[in-house]
């Protein structure tokens, strides 16, 4: 079965700083990856994702990830971020299509003035 | 990629009753998905729906406490039955056929139950 670990439960950053936050998954088969955004009270919003091809793959809002088969990670980033980033992100793995997505545990980004 | 309507958008109910979720997609689709996210916590998933047969349920659900319906490739139900402080959570239905669409996600059912 697959299992991704978000490494930080929150990440405090400054308006305009760059920031990444880590995702890692474990899997003994190919898998395909995703990233959603969760703003306050809100539902879940595809950033981005990756089937194949490019390992950097861009998304909305600005934000990148680039997948690392190697080291089984799936990093999303942001050369500069705005007060509006402030949310929660999650990484997400699925088998393929028509199967279930397996969630991170979730990193709180909070970005301050 | 597919739209989804959830309905309702949030409900206040109390203890020992129950509630149903509904969620309609705006095309055919084939599996569908309903997830649990708990006060402050990630998404986890509660069971895929596929139409004509039953609900397959992960470990830590029961067909009883959480009822499925599929009647056909556009709708779906969930019922959260006798319910319990412990049961307030959003739940969230999703379909995902294609993956160029990515998976689609209801707005989501914010439950309190008192």
């Known amino acids: 079965a697959q299992s991704v670990t978000q490494l930080d439960s929150q990440v405090p950053v400054f308006e305009e700083a760059p920031v990444e936050l880590r995702c890692n998954y474990s899997s003994s088969v190919s898998v395909y990856l995703f990233w959603y955004v969760q703003y306050p009270n809100q539902g879940l919003q595809l950033l981005l994702k990756y089937l194949s091809g490019s390992t950097l793959v861009k998304g909305i809002n600005g934000f990148e990830a680039e997948f690392n088969k190697s080291q089984t990670s799936f990093h999303l980033r942001k050369p500069s971020v705005h007060i509006s980033d402030t949310a929660e992100y999650f990484c997400?793995?699925?088998?393929?299509?028509?199967?279930?997505?397996?969630f991170g545990g979730g990193t709180r980004l909070m970005v301050k003035p | 990629s597919a739209v989804i309507s959830q309905k309702p958008s949030r409900d206040i109910c109390q203890r020992g009753t129950s509630l149903t979720i509904q969620c309609q997609v705006d095309?055919?689709?084939?599996?569908m998905f309903w997830y649990r996210q708990q006060p402050g916590q990630s998404l986890t998933l509660i069971a895929t729906a596929n139409q004509g047969s039953e609900a397959t349920y992960e470990s830590g659900f029961v067909i009883d406490k959480f009822p499925i319906s599929r009647p056909n490739l556009t709708f779906s139900t969930l019922t959260v039955s006798n319910m319990s402080p412990e049961d307030s959570s959003i739940y969230l239905c999703?379909?995902?056929?294609?993956?160029?669409?990515?998976?689609?996600f209801g707005s989501g059912t914010r439950l309190t139950v008192v």
């Open positions: 997400a793995v699925t088998l393929g299509a028509g199967n279930m997505l397996t």
């Open positions: 999703s379909v995902g056929g294609q993956l160029d669409y990515g998976y689609t």
């Open positions: 095309s055919q689709v084939t599996m």
